[in-house]
């Protein structure tokens, strides 16, 4: 679906099935008793850095304008900071 009707046509990100259902172990999202995953969105930036986590109960889904809005803010705070470092140091001293 396009991104105006909520999809993610020309998504550049990995998606990953966990069929064996060891990560969704490791991220604590697994309900072993019934063998199912909670609805888990983990946003993960390009550092490895864990940036965000929202887990729904079973019926809840997520949303995928809000997970957009999310990865924006994450990128927009990222560029806020790095051009906020950069403006602490006169031109002489950047490393």
Same mark, same amino acid.
């Given at each position: 679906m396009p991104h105006k009707e909520d999809? *993610?046509?020309?998504?550049?990100? &990995?998606?990953?099935?966990?069929?064996?259902?060891?990560i969704?172990?490791?991220?604590?999202?697994?309900d072993e008793e019934r063998g199912i995953a909670y609805r888990g969105l983990f946003i993960i930036d390009n550092k490895g850095i864990l940036r965000q *986590?929202?887990?729904?109960?079973? &019926?809840?889904?997520?949303s995928v304008?809000?997970?957009?809005?999310?990865?924006?803010?994450?990128?927009?705070?990222?560029k806020l900071r790095e051009s906020s470092a950069e403006s602490s140091f006169s031109e002489g001293e950047k490393k």
């Open positions: 999809g *993610i046509r020309g998504l550049r990100i &990995p998606l990953i099935a966990d069929k064996s259902m060891a969704t172990s490791k991220y604590g999202v697994l *986590i929202t887990v729904n109960d079973y &019926p809840v889904g997520r304008p809000e997970t957009f809005r999310l990865i924006k803010a994450f990128q927009d705070a990222d």
